[in-house]
């Protein structure tokens, strides 16, 4: 997990993500989002969560990814890097609902070892719940 060094939810813990550049695959904008945050080496896997926030016209798409060495570190927009254990996550301090979603539903499907592809609208009423 990365801790955000920008806004919006500065000092507060993500999942690498971002926006795509012209011309690129989710699947590459993954890997060099991942790269960008947290200077990680990944084997991506499936896509394994998608959520519509209409209130902000944005989808978020989160792909599961085998870590291939420990040899990771912060990047520009990055505090801190850290791989947690479940019990470790500091839920209170998760940058967005997204990424709270998405870990709950991965510590949900691990013990089977089966991770099916989640799809979710999350609604927010942006006047009663501001992102700073």
């Known amino acids: 997990m990365c801790k955000r060094a920008i806004a919006p939810r500065n000092?507060?813990?993500?999942?690498p993500a971002g926006y795509l550049e012209n011309g690129e695959t989710t699947s590459q904008g993954a890997v060099r989002e991942t790269?960008?945050?947290a200077n990680a080496n990944v084997e991506l896997g499936d896509v394994?969560?998608?959520f519509s926030l209409p209130h902000i016209s944005q989808i978020?798409?989160?792909y599961r990814a085998r870590l291939i060495d420990l040899d990771f570190f912060p990047g520009q927009?990055?505090?801190e890097t850290r791989l947690f254990s479940e019990h470790e996550i500091p839920?209170?301090?998760?940058?967005?609902?997204v990424i709270t979603e998405t870990l709950e539903h991965y510590f949900q499907d691990l013990?089977?070892?089966h991770f099916p592809i989640r799809s979710q609208?999350?609604?927010i009423d942006r006047k009663r719940h501001p992102i700073k």
Request: charge should be negative; avoid cysteine; glycine fraction near 6%.
């Open 91 to 97: 839920w209170n301090e998760l940058a967005f609902p």
């Open 35 to 37: 790269i960008e945050e």
């Open 111 to 113: 013990p089977a070892g």
């Open 11 to 15: 000092g507060y813990w993500t999942l």
């Open 60 to 62: 978020y798409l989160f």
């Open 48 to 50: 394994y969560t998608l």
């Open 121 to 123: 609208d999350i609604v």
């Open 77 to 79: 927009e990055t505090l």
